[in-house]
């Protein structure tokens, strides 16, 4: 007598796991997104500007608009270089100077 197979999906049939590994990722490294002081702009516009293109709400965009006024400087964001460059691009349409520079 021939022993019977348990039909496919049953309980009795063996079964495959498979694990998915994701696949490799490379972490961008970081670049710094800068604001410069000028003499040309009004500091309500910089900090209307600063909300708009980094998504700050105002007192975290007066500081940074502050603390380029004082300094000469200010960090406003770190990311990938893309983003950076991006950053940058949309401050110069907006008559500002941004600079980027490697985070490490």
Request: proline residues 7%.
């Amino acid at each position: 007598m021939s022993k019977a197979r348990a039909p496919s999906g049953s309980l009795d049939a063996p079964t495959t796991t498979r694990t998915l590994t994701p696949p490799l990722t490379r972490k961008l490294p970081p670049y710094k997104v800068l604001l410069h002081n000028d003499d040309v702009n009004d500091m309500d516009y910089v900090t209307r500007c600063i909300m708009e293109l980094v998504s700050l709400n105002r007192l975290d965009a007066e500081k940074r608009m502050m603390e380029a006024h004082v300094s000469g400087m200010a960090l406003l964001l770190v990311t990938h270089k893309e983003a950076a460059e991006l950053k940058q691009e949309q401050f110069f349409s907006k008559n500002l100077t941004v600079t980027i520079e490697p985070a490490d």
